[in-house]
């Protein structure tokens, strides 16, 4: 599934842990999202910090 963020998208947070060793200059934090229902790697998307969407589900 594709996301307006245009971030890559991972099925589950393992999977985003998995690119994140294989990648080891990827963005640390792993952070799931609302708009795609997917996990992504990096900062908080803008509907996060705007306090439309949350980001309590991320560990
Ligand atoms: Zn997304």
């Known amino acids: 599934m594709t996301c307006?963020?245009?971030?890559r998208t991972f099925d589950t947070r393992a999977q985003a842990r998995t690119h994140r060793k294989r990648h080891p200059d990827a963005p640390r934090r792993a952070?799931?999202?609302h708009a795609c229902a997917?996990?992504?790697l990096g900062r908080l998307t803008r509907p996060v910090k705007h306090g439309t969407a949350t980001n309590q589900q991320a560990p």
């Open 4 to 7: 307006p963020t245009g971030k």
């Open 31 to 33: 952070y799931y999202c």
């Open 38 to 40: 997917g996990w992504h």
